[in-house]
């Protein structure tokens, strides 16, 4: 599977959006939203790393996983969803593919 997700066919060429400008859009999506204090560390074993932003190709859309740390007396259904509904909508807007899911993981809570 390429790292290049859905491509819009235009009349001069192929446009190509790479998976990093999605999580790029994605993170700064969730941090705008209040309640949420920080994406989430990389987690790193002697093998490998898993980034806390991960985009999946289904089909003709992609899905969208984020690890969030979120803060302490928000009600934190209220934060995953606008995070769901703000990356969706701006994911579509700027980078012109369809958003099917955006799974949001709540990996940590902040008391500051």
């Not at 390429?2 to 491509?7: G, L, V």
């Not at 074993?45 to 003709?60: H, Q």
């Not at 992609?62 to 928000?74: K, P, T």
Request: charged share 20%.
């Amino acid at each position: 599977m390429s790292n290049h997700y859905p491509k819009k066919p235009v009349t001069h060429g192929e446009v190509k959006i790479s998976e990093h400008v999605i999580r790029s859009i994605a993170s700064a999506a969730a941090l705008e939203v209040e309640g949420v204090q920080a994406i989430a560390p990389e987690k790193c074993s002697l093998f490998s790393c898993s980034k806390p932003i991960s985009v999946r190709i289904d089909g003709d859309t992609i899905s969208i996983s984020l690890e969030l740390i979120l803060q302490a007396g928000y009600s934190l259904p209220n934060v995953a969803m606008q995070v769901q509904k703000t990356v969706k909508d701006q994911v579509q807007s700027m980078a012109g593919v369809i958003v099917s899911k955006v799974h949001v993981i709540a990996a940590g809570l902040s008391f500051d």
